[in-house]
Nanobody, 114 residues
Framework: QVQLVESGGGLVQAGGSLRLSCAAS????????WGWYCQVPGKQRELVAEISGGITNSADSVKGRFTISRDNAKGTVYLQMNSLKPEDTAVYYC?????????WGQGTQVTVSS
């Protein structure tokens, strides 16, 4: 079992920055994919960025603004969010995949005011 706990969300003005953190606990050995997804009411959860084996992938809408990184020693993955826009407002979820099983955090709200 893997438990994921996000932190770092909040309210920020457009153009500002936030750093989300996701701390993993439990059996974290063997996690091969880490990711961040976002969801707004009435829409499906969407990929924001993911990292696997040192290779990152991100949605076109956040390229150049958001950066995903991880600290293996701490079992933590981060999402640095810069130049935030009102359309980035969403609940952000941490995701991990370990041996074909998907795990999710409880989500953290990010609200960007114009």
């Amino acid at each position: 079992q893997v438990q994921l706990v996000e932190s770092g969300g909040g309210l920020v003005q457009a153009g500002g920055s936030l750093r989300l953190s996701c701390a993993a606990s439990g059996i974290i050995f063997g996690i091969n994919v880490w990711g961040w997804y976002c969801q707004v009411p009435g829409k499906q959860r969407e990929l924001v960025a993911e990292i696997s084996g040192g290779i990152t992938n991100s949605a076109d809408s956040v390229k150049g603004r958001f950066t995903i990184s991880r600290d293996n020693a701490k079992g933590t993955v981060y999402l640095q969010m810069n130049s935030l826009k009102p359309e980035d407002t969403a609940v952000y979820y941490c995701h991990a995949e370990r041996r074909g099983i998907f795990y999710w955090g409880q989500g953290t709200q990010v609200t960007v005011s114009s």
